[in-house]
């Protein structure tokens, strides 16, 4: 059996373009340049792809569109079987938009001896086609399935081209999501049980699941809950489940770091959006209490850790770990306007979030250290990459104007009727947002050029100094490749920040039918923002 | 005509039992045949056979026995009854399972065979050239550097074969316990034939036979209790006995007892593991890979009939005993396998922890609980053997280079090897797209059918921790730096090369497209009769 509607062709190039460029890429390994012009070659054709598809979403149809349909393993009623909704295309745009601009961050950096450009860049592309697989996929079993396989590749990248303690990192990172996986899979197969139990015949598709499992008692759902929130907290990630970010995102390749934070991580929150709500809405109600707290914690204590980092990189894992509050908040808030700026958040902190590590790898690249301590001034020498790393990091902290104010003004907007001493709780997050984004511009940008990495020891005996500055003259500003990889981040900061209409437009109906799967309600009517169920 | 249809009918209707009064139907049982056939066959080989041709002869012999019982099961299965037969007057039972046993055994040791027969990894073979030498003479010392072996596995293995295969399709527990010697004692003496390490190879030999005498001595006692309770050893009788009757219920606790737990010690299932890393580190690793893989699936093969066919009705009296074992087996194999520096012991310890998988699936008294299992074994069997047969490939001067510190930065040197390597452990820790991920969902399903949710949970948890220990030999290989005097990887030879093939395309296949095999595994239940 197969099914296929309008435009299913898109879906399947997407799944298949990055596939078919990791398998060219390691072929051309042999010759670094060669390899590196045909990933980023596959890359920018993945994102003309998205494209496409967004062009051809019809945000007022279906909720699922482009969809097709195989038997996988008919025994258990197993299906590969892949299509979009308004969230998961957001998600997947934002995929193709960053991996040619992680493939371009890293075009020139030096990899571990014995590693291959082909390598590395093969292995992102095939850590993108099991992510859009991922955010794709309808079939329960064939979601669990990618989301374990999403590791390998991930594990692989932190694993052999990470810094010094990539082994701890790599493998903390992999058993954590694997635990979380598992905890899962106890509850798919659960759901599948009810299924058999209710209908006679097992399925695991997830619009059956939904149907099933959505009128289960509410201990059965509870249960069957915990499980998948396990792993999605794994993996958003929220606190205390979050030890293994600062870790992976320390020890991972600047690009890398991109991906695991704008994609993989957003699993989780896609996951909380796609299957918790629809799936146990009984339990959701019973237990939001429980990620409202969390999330409320992780944005205070990801904010205080980030506050206080000493790192740049660990700096970079807890603003993300603040975030993920931010969006947990808006989700189990159970309004529209508050889940339609968590979606949003999740675009809008891949693009800003995104940039400040590539900005962050800028910095590192030419200092050499991760310490916050070896910088000081750097904006003398290079202001046009201070003038980055300061509009990564306004966006990063919500101002308005940038893309994240929206979103995040959704969400406190959203989250309050319902849930309102846990938002203003939260609120105290955009504080120290400025506290810890201002102050580590000021550390590392302004006043007098000092710190070991600028000038000095870091360099060794014999380190070239201008005179002129005062620091060694291999700092350069940032090269054409730089600005070009840069620019449509900020284009986007910036337009999205004014024009968020586009990303709106595609999100409302897919949020508004989760809503109503959940059997929610609008707290507050407002205006013409009327939520319709069909 | 009528009137010997007429005397026909009247002799039916005199026996109760037409099964056992009929003439043996051989044809259900001809793999049997031919494999125990062909083990006498190789024995005269052994004796008449000039030297030089014993090794090529026993090897051909061998495979043709395997291919050939392999042919003769498959043409068999087309017109088998579904509901299954009895032969050999009752005592074995031909049902689907015990089809899909024999088929898993035959392909599992064809596997096996070709790892025992390779002689281009060790020049001259894994084994001994003459048993008898003591080690660290200098008989042994001369012995390690000549090329000739000791054939005699060859025969030692169709008997441990032959023996399995009966085993799993027992249809009383006398000719079980006859099929379990049958398996058990060549084994004992393959364990004993490794050409390096002599004093290992011995000491495992000597523990696996104490060990597994006194296990099979637990079975015999568990038999004769039984037998008391029941007055019959046939597992339906028992199966009635305990269904219905005011009878002892000592007699039957106490012979089940005794009879599982002889079952679960081959079964390498904790707490009865003991043997297990001291075995499979000490024995060749053709033959730790022979059985590993077999004597698993025979072992399981045996425990799922008696659970299912004779203690079906006394369930829930058991069920919580063996709760406590498969507990008990995932956390000893998961923890203590992370405690391991030898790469062997770690995987002798991991098979402890897919036998608490495996005894879940069989815990699970349902057809899906039958079903899974017999998946289950399958998988793990044959991504056991290629990693077998991967270990034997990593070699230093001194033999396989076992200590996993030797494995450092492998993936520097042969990537092809550690990237097979990667797979396999991959595989054996359960990730999706590799059979042993099937494997476990196919049983766990099975167990959350039959409500037991807590015991998955373990189960689980056990999978987590028992991913650790495989992920860090993929660390040691893909993100160490190689150690300057390590190991070399050796190329291996036509038979190696196959038996490696064969299990990762196998673990692949049923990874990404298992329907056919499920369909397989559940195409019946056990006969009762």
Redesign the interface.
Known sequence: MSTSSTGSWLLAALLLLPLVGAAVVVALRGNDKTAKSAALAFSLAEFALAVVAWVQFEPSGARLQQAFSFD?????GVHISFAVDGIALVMIAVIGLLVPLVIGAGWVDKLPE?RTKGGFFALILLEQALTVGVFAATDVFLF???F??ML?PMY?LI??YGGAR??YA??KF??YS??GG??M??SV??C??LA?EQNGTGTFEWAELVKVVSTAPLETQV?LFLGFFAAFAIKAPLVPLHTWLPDATAEAPIGVAVLLVGILDKVGTFGFLRYLLPMFPLASKELAPLVLVLAVVGVIYGSMLATGQRDIKRFLAYVSIAHFGFIALGIFAFSSQAMVGSVTYMVNHSIATGMLILVVGMVIARGGSTRVADYGGMAKLTPVLAAMLLIAGLSSMSLPGTNSFVSEFLVLIGSFPNAPVYTIIATVGMVLAALYVLWLYQRIMQGPVRGDALVGAAGGPGTMVDPAVGAKKAIADLSGREKLVLAPLVVLIVGLGFFPKPVLDVVTPAVDATMCQAALADPVQSGERQLQCR | MSVMSSVLLLAQEQAPAPARAEAPPLTAIWPILIVLGAACLSVLFEALLPKHLRWPGQVVLTLLTIVAAGVKLVTYVSGAPAAGETAMFGTLAVDRPALFLWGTLLALSLGAVLLIADRSVEPGGAFVATAAIRPGTVQDRAQVGSTGMQTEVFPLTLFALGGMMVFCAANDLLTMFVALEVLSLPLYLMCGLARRRRLLSQEAAVKYFLLGAFASAFFLYGVALLYGYAGSVRLADISEAAAGSDRSDTLLFAGMGLLVVGLLFKAAVGPFHTWTPDVYQGAPTPVTAFMAACTKVAAFGGILRVLQVALESTQWEWRGVLWGVAIVSMVIGAVLGLTQTDVKRMIAYSSVAHAGFLLIGSIAVTEKGLSSTLFYLLTYGFTTIATFGVISLVRDSSGEATHLSQWAGLA?RSPLLAAVFTFLL?AL?G???TSG??GK??V??AA??DGM?PL??VA??A??VA??FY??VI?LM???EPAADGPTVTVPGAFTTAAITLGVIITLLLGI???FA??WA?SGVFAIR
């Open positions: 996988w393993i008919p025994a258990f014995g669990y399935v990618l374990e396989i390998i692989f694993g052999s990539r082994q790599a493998v992999f058993l694997f635990l598992l905890i899979l106890a197969i659960g599948y049980v058999v249960w | 520097k991959l820790a990730i999706p797209l991920f099937v969902f196919v766990f399903e959350l059918s949710g998955v949970v689980l948890v999978s987590a991913a650790f992920l860090r660390v893909y993100f160490s497209a298992p329907a499920l369909d559940s």
